[in-house]
Nanobody, 118 residues
Framework: VQLQASGGGLVKAGGSLRLSCAVSGRTLARYIMAWFRQAPGKEREFVSSIRWSPGTTAYADSVKDRFTISRDNAKKTMYLQMNSLKPEDTAVYYC????????????WGQGTLVTVSS
């Protein structure tokens, strides 16, 4: 599995961004996909995940009701729609994948920087 994240940028507080993660792989239905982020000087943290099939989602409390994770099976792309962005959302965002049932995320994208100005 190869992952390619994109869509980061600079946005003002209260604004929106949509991140994309293009996925290569033959049987995506077996995978759980996720977004993580790492802010400067902080540890990487879980943001959101989606089980490719049937589309079950999960969110960190800090982003619930502001971020929406989704996937497009035809485009083999996962998205993270981020609304009502806050300066504390500033981080490098990574997409990751694991086979359903695994204990760790084995595949990671290269990261995309999101900067939210106040």
């Amino acid at each position: 599995v190869q992952l390619q994240a994109s869509g980061g940028g600079l946005v003002k507080a209260g604004g929106s961004l949509r991140l994309s993660c293009a996925v290569s792989g033959r049987t995506l239905a077996r995978y759980i996909m996720a977004w993580f982020r790492q802010a400067p000087g902080k540890e990487r943290e879980f943001v959101s995940s989606i089980r490719w099939s049937p589309g079950t989602t999960a969110y960190a409390d800090s982003v619930k009701d502001r971020f929406t994770i989704s996937r497009d099976n035809a485009k083999k792309t996962m998205y993270l729609q981020m609304n009502s962005l806050k300066p504390e959302d500033t981080a490098v965002y990574y997409c990751a994948a694991q086979v359903h049932g695994a204990t760790t995320y084995a595949w990671w994208g290269q990261g995309t920087l999101v900067t939210v100005s106040s």
